[in-house]
């Protein structure tokens, strides 16, 4: 296993850890950091294991950081001209 791919894992696995503990502001503060780490890391496997691998971890990160990614869905779909 090489390098990009062991710090997605450590990645995904502080994610559930700190999901595990309470907050006030909902994990949001958490949410952000996690974003800001894992962005990089991300590009670091598509650059050295390829973009099948990366599409694999923004899957799994996009499971751990679900209400970003819906908030997000949500914000671009306001931008959809509607009838």
């Known amino acids: 296993m090489n390098l ?3 710090c997605a894992c ?3 696995i502080v994610a559930n ?3 595990m ?3 006030r502001d909902h994990h949001w503060r958490n949410a952000y950091f996690l974003i800001a780490i894992g962005v990089p890391i991300l590009v670091w496997i598509a650059w ?3 973009l099948f691998m990366a599409a694999v971890f923004l899957g799994a990160g996009a499971s751990v950081l679900r ?3 819906i ?3 949500r914000w671009l779909n306001t931008f959809v001209p509607r009838r």
């Open 4 to 6: 990009p791919i062991a």
């Open 71 to 73: 908030y997000l869905g």
């Open 67 to 69: 209400w970003p990614v």
């Open 48 to 50: 050295t294991a390829g």
């Open 21 to 23: 503990f309470p907050s």
């Open 10 to 12: 450590l990645w995904l």
């Open 17 to 19: 850890v700190i999901a």
